[in-house]
């Protein structure tokens, strides 16, 4: 039913009124509710970025910075859905991937954003220190890096170090809590013993080794048939995620499995570390391979499939879904 021309015109004048206050009547949101029936609408594109071209540019990079004094030497992934600038890989995370030649050193600093390094390419000699604790950065080792906790990353071995950064600066961007500080020195020292400052007590270094130990501990076990076979990077004092608002996980895909359609209300970001297969999201499939990076918006039906019938496929996995736990928001639904 029609409003009269009298009340609409009235209503008008209100909104008028109000709006020379720096105040807005609630029905000004109805429509915005109204689009909101059945779940958040999906914020960016699902995308895939490339080993094969990353790399190319990673090397690019290291002639165009045959020393990185002034600038680290890392090359972030923006969702082509998302505006720009102040786009990330998705809504809420920045994932990115560095390179550290050897010999260098990336100088040492802290900010409010907290961040993780997955090692694509590591060895003894490559490590990051954080708040004064020395953490090597072999093949697959995640470290973390809590939010204003000093760090410095150092590669003393013979080969180039590659990593997968993932950074919470989107949400911390919108929250406008962003905070930089040099150390003053290029390196912190290294202290005997546990970290000391922002990271006191907490995991900063999870083995791969440990994981692939969990990961025989679960073969031959059934896979989630939404999920495959998944681990989560717990702190080993708290049980909490390995940061406040970022999941971190690995995921298997046996031989000749694929997942069943599901989706959540975390946006999600993965690179893989095994294998070759396909993630269907929406009507949209990906093509993935060793070292791909992917991104799937939130609350859009996503499936996996392992091409291979006999070999694992193998992913590791960051979702945006601890924070949203706090808040009380976050919800999945199998489809």
């Not at 021309?5 to 429509?31: C, H, I, N, P």
């Not at 083995?207 to 999920?227: C, N, S």
Request: charged share 20%; hydrophobic share 40%; proline share 7%.
């Amino acid at each position: 039913m029609n409003a009269p021309a009298e009340d609409t015109k009235l209503l008008a004048e209100l909104d008028a009124v109000l709006a020379a206050d720096s105040m807005v009547g609630q029905w000004k949101y109805d429509e915005n509710l109204e689009r909101a029936i059945g779940g958040p609408r999906p914020s960016g594109a699902a995308h895939a970025w490339g080993w094969d071209s990353i790399s190319a540019k990673l090397l690019q990079a290291c002639e165009a910075m045959p020393d990185s004094k002034t600038a680290r030497r890392t090359l972030a992934f923006l969702n082509p859905g998302l505006p720009k600038p102040g786009g990330g890989t998705t809504h809420s995370l920045l994932a990115a991937v560095q390179m550290v030649l050897p010999g260098e050193l990336a100088w040492a600093h802290r900010h409010s954003l907290a961040a993780l390094r997955f090692c694509m390419r590591g060895n003894p000699n490559l490590y990051t220190v954080v708040d004064g604790e020395r953490c090597v950065m072999e093949t697959n080792d995640l470290i973390i890096t809590p939010a204003w906790s000093w760090h410095d990353h150092h590669n003393e071995g013979a080969e180039p170090g590659v990593w997968l950064d993932a950074l919470d600066l989107p949400m911390v961007m919108g929250l406008k809590q962003i905070a930089y500080e040099k150390f003053g020195e290029s390196c912190q020292p290294v202290r005997p013993g546990p970290a000391r400052g922002a990271a006191a007590g907490k995991t900063l270094r999870y083995a791969w080794k440990e994981m692939e130990r969990h990961l025989g501990l679960m073969r031959g076990g059934k896979p989630d048939p939404h999920q495959g076979i998944f681990l989560e990077y717990l702190d080993a004092k708290t049980g909490a995620p390995a940061l406040p608002a970022i999941s971190c996980n690995v995921r298997l895909l046996p031989g000749g499995f694929g997942t069943r359609p599901w989706r959540s209300t975390a946006c999600s970001v993965f690179l893989v570390l095994e294998g070759s297969g396909r993630t269907v999201v929406g009507d949209k499939e990906i093509a993935w391979s060793k070292h791909d990076v992917v991104a799937i918006p939130q609350w859009i039906a996503h499936h996996h499939v392992n091409d291979s019938a006999t070999d694992r496929a193998l992913m590791f996995v960051m979702n945006d879904s601890p924070l949203q736990n706090v808040l009380g928001i976050y919800r999945d639904e199998a489809l």
